[in-house]
């Protein structure tokens, strides 16, 4: 009878074990299959290297991009969500970079489909009207380089055709964009850029905690 007590407590242990695994590894893969589905379908980390977006971004931060809002590509295979609405003028996005392989970069949208767009002596014109440099933008270089020595202050007009965008960085003299390497093609966007999620001081050399910018964690992009 001893016996036989002692024998039923090891099952019941072993059984307990087994199930408390079991539920365990339930919850793991309900938990990596629901971030996998959101960073396919919805939200992705991108972290930013260069200054090309500063001061609406700076190096060093850590952003969120909002794929939904665009339709999100699905993995292996060549379609997209429906998406909520198309690129506007002045949405800030996230892009493969048309030329780089593997390369992700972020530009503010200036023209759409449709659109005509000038830049004439640094100065952005669409469809005629002067689309102003943003608050947190920058202008590092007051000379206005001429069409022949450069196509960063000088060019156009070009009429935006469907499918296509005209996308600059805020720190004008400091960003390739569609100036250089023309326009974006809609099917490279991978989500628009919404917050700063986290950023962290590239050029110090100060422990790592007094290089945290914690002002701009959780930072609104626009």
């Known amino acids: 009878m001893s016996n036989n007590l002692k024998t039923a407590g090891k099952e019941d242990t072993r059984s307990k074990a087994a199930r408390w695994w079991l539920d365990t590894a339930k919850v793991l893969v309900g938990a ?28 060093g931060d850590t952003i969120l991009g909002n794929k939904f809002l665009y339709g999100a590509r699905l993995p292996l295979l060549k379609v997209r969500l429906p998406a909520l609405r198309a690129p506007r003028q002045g949405d800030v996005i996230v892009f493969k970079h048309p030329l780089e392989k593997g390369e992700r970069l972020v530009k503010r949208v200036i023209a759409v489909a449709g659109q005509t767009v000038e830049v004439r002596n640094k100065e952005i014109y669409v469809d005629g009207r002067l689309m102003p440099l ?67 001081e590239v050029h110090k050399h100060e422990p790592f905690w007094q290089r945290i910018r914690w002002n701009r964690i959780g930072h609104i992009l626009h």
């Open 134 to 200: 943003p608050e947190t933008g920058k202008i590092l270089d007051e000379r206005a380089l001429s069409a022949e020595i450069s196509t960063r202050d000088n060019l156009g007009p070009l009429l935006i055709p469907e499918g296509r965008l005209f996308v600059m960085g805020d720190n004008r003299d400091n960003s390739i964009d569609s100036r250089m390497w023309g326009l974006l093609d809609e099917d490279l966007i991978l989500g628009q850029a919404v917050l700063v999620l986290y950023s962290f």
């Open 32 to 59: 990596i299959a629901l971030t996998l589905v959101l960073r396919v379908a919805v939200v992705e980390a991108y972290r930013v290297p260069t200054g090309s977006m500063e001061n609406t971004i700076l190096a």
